[in-house]
């Protein structure tokens, strides 16, 4: 493994995050206010307690998960599609490192990233509710397996765009919705019987509800059910990655 | 002499069926300097892209100092140094930050003092704290150069390095080029000017189509340019060259109107005055003379225009 290049296209890629700094964090913070302000106080004071829970904190895991996952996503594809946009990726081919190397210095920059704004928002979530963790190390590490899942997707859509378009479709068309259908803001039992079972399909659903186990030990699914679920969705985008890697595929001409 | 550079039977088809090299022949000794001619689309960026392990090979090996550029990709890829021949830089990175990642990227420690090295001798020093995109185009290109050269390779491809340059960038360019090879490194370079190739390559590379249909070391063209051609015409036409004749290494037009006489302009003697005399001497009546010098040029475009033109 050549760590030093593992370092070096990792240091740039956060020197990158860090020069804007001010931008990458206010977004996700107003837009994470705006969403208590308006779920928690104006609907939540009309919602009942979800599972013991009060509405306002209830949102929490679902509300980082999205901002994550988003910004996951994001990071990544941007990351990588950037070099090949302006050309720079002449050098990354160029140079005496390997696929997985390139793979693990923009991944690991954007799972950084997604983490860092993760635990931000966390953090404003405590200026507006009360919450508690229950179980801190397993909300950390899912809070990392869906960081580093995500951007291991968002590198697979940065690889595959071919224009600024294609960049955006997948998170908006498909990310998205399943983001939000995923319980973000709603328990899956709250919904009639048939949208329980669609809703099982939705991996996302396995993501939220076991994050928010980690938070309140209540979950729409098994944990155990949650944690296979993320691994498989890691796997699978390893899997990806490791045939783009075989075959140079939108990469090498 | 030990080659640094070996390239056997390599061929590029690209994935739309086009075959852009149809195996290059090409062994390069440490501490030369190649330059490649050709005309656009003739296959110079895709031979050193290809080599650089930008696209890959359709069939065919390449080694740098020994190691293969598939087998052994990271040892052959860290001996080596590109410069694009388009301007690829990250407008808002400073030039100090872009050439140090270079340096990391290709598994070198960081060292400040050779990286002020470089920029120093590429006059970016002053400028390593500038975005990229607050520098003129002679200055990129130099910082293209700064990274290329961060993690000290031992040969360097320059993809046509004074396109779009003015007179005197380029002689500064020929300076860098000329300054890197007394420090040991091989250098290959690509461009369409013919004074360049002149001024600072030791063999002359001419691709065309795909094939490479000459390398040759610069002096032995250099001979060849240095031919002249003296074309003696006759008031009236002959047959066949006049016994008297018969000594000089001589030719007759097609149309019996023109003897042809080639000889060294660097030689002692020409042997044109004792010719003119002899032409005289045989009763040959002088209509008029002419000289033409042949150049790389002529040779160049000979090359293209024939042996590239069968396909
Ligand atoms: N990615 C690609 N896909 C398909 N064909 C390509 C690709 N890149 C280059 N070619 C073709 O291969 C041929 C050689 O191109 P190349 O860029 O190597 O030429 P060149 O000698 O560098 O020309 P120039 O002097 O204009 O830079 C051209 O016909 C070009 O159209
Ligand atoms: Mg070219």
Same mark, same amino acid.
């Given at each position: +493994?050549?760590?030093?290049a ?7 890629? +956060? ?16 837009? #994470? ?20 829970v ?49 793979? %693990? ?17 966390l953090?404003? %979530? ?7 963790i229950?179980?801190?190390? %397993? +909300? ?35 990310? #998205? ?12 039992? +709250? ?11 939705n ?51 | 002499?030990?080659?640094?550079l ?12 086009f ?6 022949? =090409?062994?390069?000794?440490q ?26 090979a359709?069939?065919?090996?390449? *080694? ?23 301007i ?9 930050? $872009? ?28 400028k ?5 995109? !607050? ?6 290109r ?10 000290e ?8 390095? $004074?396109?779009?340059?003015?007179? !005197? ?6 300076d ?64 066949? =060259? ?6 000089y290494?001589l ?17 002692? *003697? ?29 040779i160049?475009?000979? =090359? ?5 033109? $069968?396909?």
């Open positions: +493994m050549n760590w030093t593992i370092k070096s296209i990792y240091m740039f890629e +956060m020197a990158r995050f860090f020069r804007t700094i001010a931008q990458s964090l206010i977004s996700p913070v107003l837009s #994470t206010s705006l969403y208590f302000v308006v779920f928690g106080a104006a609907i939540g004071s009309r919602i009942d307690q979800v599972e013991g009060s509405y306002g904190a209830f949102i929490v895991p679902g509300l980082i998960m999205l901002s994550v996952i988003t910004q996951a996503i994001s990071n990544a594809s941007f990351g990588i599609y950037f070099p090949k946009f302006i050309g720079t990726i002449y050098e990354l081919l160029s140079a005496p490192v390997n696929f997985l190397e390139i793979v %693990a210095g923009y991944v690991g920059a954007a799972a950084t990233k997604a983490f860092i704004i993760g635990v931000i928002i953090v404003t %979530a405590f200026f507006f509710v009360e919450v508690q229950a179980h801190p190390v %397993a +909300m950390l590490a899912f809070l990392v397996l869906t960081c580093l899942s995500f951007s291991l997707l968002g590198f697979i859509i940065g690889i595959w765009a071919g224009n600024f378009e294609q960049l955006q479709l997948v998170p908006l068309l498909i990310v #998205t919705p399943l983001v939000f259908l995923g319980g973000s803001f709603y328990s899956i039992s +709250m919904l009639p019987p048939v949208w329980q079972a669609i809703s099982l399909f991996p996302v659903v396995y993501l939220i509800s076991g994050f928010r186990w980690a938070f309140f030990d209540t979950a729409d699914v098994p944990i155990g059910l949650s944690l296979v679920a993320i691994a498989g969705f890691t796997a699978l985008c390893l899997v990806v990655i490791g045939w783009i890697f075989r075959t140079g595929w939108r990469i090498r001409s | 002499m030990t080659s640094i070996t390239i056997t039977n390599l061929q590029k088809t690209y994935a739309g069926g075959q852009a090299l149809k195996g290059i022949n =090409l062994d390069i000794e501490g030369e300097i190649i330059a490649l001619l050709g005309p656009n689309g003739a296959g110079k960026t895709t031979l050193i892209s290809t080599v650089c392990g930008i696209t890959t359709s069939a065919g090996q390449v *080694r740098v100092a020994g190691f293969d550029i598939v087998t052994d990709f990271r040892a052959a890829r860290a001996l080596i140094g590109l410069v694009p021949q388009e690829h830089l990250e407008p808002f990175e400073t030039v100090q930050n $872009t050439v140090r990642f270079s340096r990391g990227l290709f598994g070198k420690k960081s060292d400040p003092a050779k990286i002020q090295d470089i920029l120093q001798q590429l006059s970016l020093w002053d390593r704290n500038s975005q990229i995109r !607050e520098l003129s185009g002679g200055m990129k130099r910082v293209l150069i700064a990274k290329a050269l961060a993690h390779p031992r040969v360097l491809f320059l993809d046509e390095p $004074t396109a779009g340059v003015d007179v !005197e960038l380029r002689k500064d360019m020929w860098i080029v000329a300054q890197l090879k007394r420090g040991g490194v091989t250098i290959v370079l690509t461009t369409h000017y013919i004074e360049e190739a002149e001024a600072i390559a030791d063999r002359v590379g001419v691709i065309a189509k795909g094939e490479l249909l000459l390398i040759e070391n610069k002096a032995s063209l250099m001979k060849r340019m240095g031919k002249k051609e003296l074309s003696v015409q006759i008031a009236d036409p002959i047959a066949a =060259l006049p016994d008297s004749l018969s000594g290494d030719e007759l037009s097609s149309d019996g109107r023109a003897l042809i006489y080639r000889y060294d302009t660097r030689a002692k *003697r020409t042997g044109i005055t004792a010719l003119l005399a002899d032409v005289a001497a045989a009763g040959l009546a002088l209509a008029d003379v002419e000289t033409r010098q042949s150049s790389l040029e002529d160049f475009v000979d =090359l293209v225009q024939s042996e590239g033109g $069968t396909s």
